[in-house]
């Protein structure tokens, strides 16, 4: 950061490890928010996808729904997704979909950067892309189908939360996987004792019949 009179100019990594610092430690500072948005607003354009879904994630998990540099950061990192990585690609849909900031053209672009390189998320990746499309009903049927296969190979080593929002996730869109479904089942069986109230409660809408 460089000082400017009273005010700090931040560079383009400030503006992503900065706020990223104070959500990590629950630290909510409205003037410095203002600050970063204002800077971030002007050279958006010009920031790696990589900051910019720090950036989301970090307003996300401190519950600021900024509308201009969420939309600003939509349209920034749209055309540049491809360089971010799978962890670009999930952390901007979960954090989209946590503030229940509906941008479709977003999701679809994320969809179409994943669907390719589904195999190179793990499990948190998978989680977070089917939680999104889930909870801000924007399905895309090809991405639906290949989550669940991606996740098939790993399941046995998700956590109880994981495999509960997933199986919530495929539900929400009436989504019938029966291996995939069976898979679910068979390693919840194994930590049915670590699973809480509402997992369990995930979890039986999810596999019931429909």
Same mark, same amino acid.
């Given at each position: 950061?460089?000082? %400017?009179?009273? %005010?700090?100019?931040?560079?383009?990594?400030?503006?992503?490890?900065t706020?990223?610092a104070?959500a !990590?430690?629950?630290?909510?500072?409205?003037p410095?928010?203002?600050?970063? !948005?204002?800077?971030?607003?002007?050279i958006?354009?010009?920031?790696?996808?990589? %900051?910019?879904?720090?950036?989301?994630?970090?307003?996300?998990?401190m519950?600021?729904?900024?509308?201009?540099?969420?939309?600003a950061?939509?349209?920034?990192?749209?055309?540049?997704?491809?360089?971010g990585?799978?962890?670009?690609?999930?952390?901007?849909?979960?954090?989209?979909?946590?503030?229940?900031?509906?941008?479709?053209?977003?999701?679809?672009a994320?969809?179409?950067?994943a669907?390719?390189?589904?195999?190179?998320?793990?499990?948190?990746?998978?989680?977070?892309?089917?939680?999104?499309?889930?909870?801000?009903?924007?399905?895309?049927?090809p991405?639906?189908?290949?989550?669940?296969?991606?996740?098939?190979r790993?399941?046995?080593?998700f956590?109880?939360?994981?495999? !509960?929002?997933?199986?919530?996730?495929?539900?929400?869109?009436?989504?019938?996987?029966?291996?995939?479904?069976?898979?679910?089942?068979?390693?919840?069986?194994?930590?049915? %004792?670590?699973?809480?109230?509402?997992?369990?409660?995930?979890?039986?809408?999810?596999?019931?019949p429909?």
């Open positions: 950061m460089q000082p %400017t009179g009273n %005010t700090f100019q931040f560079g383009s990594q400030s503006l992503g490890n706020p990223w104070f !990590a430690l629950q630290c909510l500072d409205h410095l928010i203002d600050a970063i !948005a204002s800077s971030a607003l002007r958006c354009q010009d920031i790696e996808v990589q %900051t910019l879904s720090d950036m989301a994630w970090s307003l996300s998990t519950l600021l729904s900024h509308s201009p540099l969420m939309s950061i939509s349209s920034s990192s749209s055309p540049i997704l491809r360089a990585g799978p962890r670009s690609l999930a952390i901007l849909s979960w954090s989209y979909a946590k503030l229940s900031f509906d941008d479709a053209p977003l999701l679809n994320i969809s179409a950067q669907l390719p390189r589904i195999q190179e998320f793990n499990e948190q990746g998978l989680v977070n892309l089917a939680w999104a499309s889930a909870h801000l009903l924007c399905e895309v049927k991405l639906r189908h290949a989550i669940a296969s991606a996740s098939l790993m399941l046995d080593e956590s109880p939360m994981s495999l !509960a929002m997933t199986s919530w996730s495929g539900s929400r869109f009436h989504f019938r996987n029966e291996p995939w479904l069976h898979a679910i089942a068979s390693s919840s069986r194994r930590l049915i %004792t670590a699973f809480t109230s509402q997992n369990v409660s995930n979890l039986a809408w999810a596999v019931s429909m």
